[in-house]
């Protein structure tokens, strides 16, 4: 199966490295799970796509401004399990599309589980953007 196209919405399954993973000296996260693409960013001088994705997690945000609850139907169009789960939009990663680190969710033959519907999406991203604003989401470069 090709790469999907990276788009805004977009949930892929990847090898997320946590913020306090990357301070701790880890190059790799150590579980794959599924993350929502936020931003997309063209490089036209050296011809490359540089993505941020945002982790889905089932953990509960110690803060609720850290995170947007993944909605039941949510989860069922994407074929998450039934569990809570929130999408964190106070940290990201930020990769040169497609990395190292895509995987294909647990027998699936693609490797992504489709797209946030746009209206949930925008939440989302309004948070992510506040955050961002008032400078306390952190992003982790990988490579």
């Known amino acids: ?11 892929i399954s990847y090898a997320y490295l946590w913020h306090h993973e990357h301070l701790a000296g880890l190059e790799e996260g150590y579980k ?13 001088a050296g011809d490359c796509v540089e993505v941020t994705v945002l982790p889905i997690t089932h953990r509960r945000p110690d803060e ?8 039941p139907s949510v989860r069922r169009h994407l074929g998450l399990d ?24 647990p027998g ?3 490797y992504d589980y489709g797209f946030l519907p746009p209206r949930f999406f925008n939440q989302v991203l309004a948070a992510f953007d506040q955050l961002r604003a008032a400078g306390k989401a952190r992003l982790t470069p990988r490579e």
Do not use: C, H
Request: hydrophobic share 45%.
């Open 64 to 71: 609720p401004q850290w995170a947007v609850e993944v909605p």
């Open 1 to 11: 199966m090709p790469l999907p196209s990276p788009e805004p919405g977009l949930v």
């Open 108 to 110: 699936a033959d693609r």
């Open 32 to 44: 794959n799970r599924p993350a929502v693409v936020i931003l997309v960013t063209t490089q036209v």
């Open 82 to 105: 039934d569990a809570r789960s929130w999408i964190v939009v106070a940290e990201g990663n930020d990769f040169v599309w497609p990395g190292y680190d895509l995987r294909k969710p």
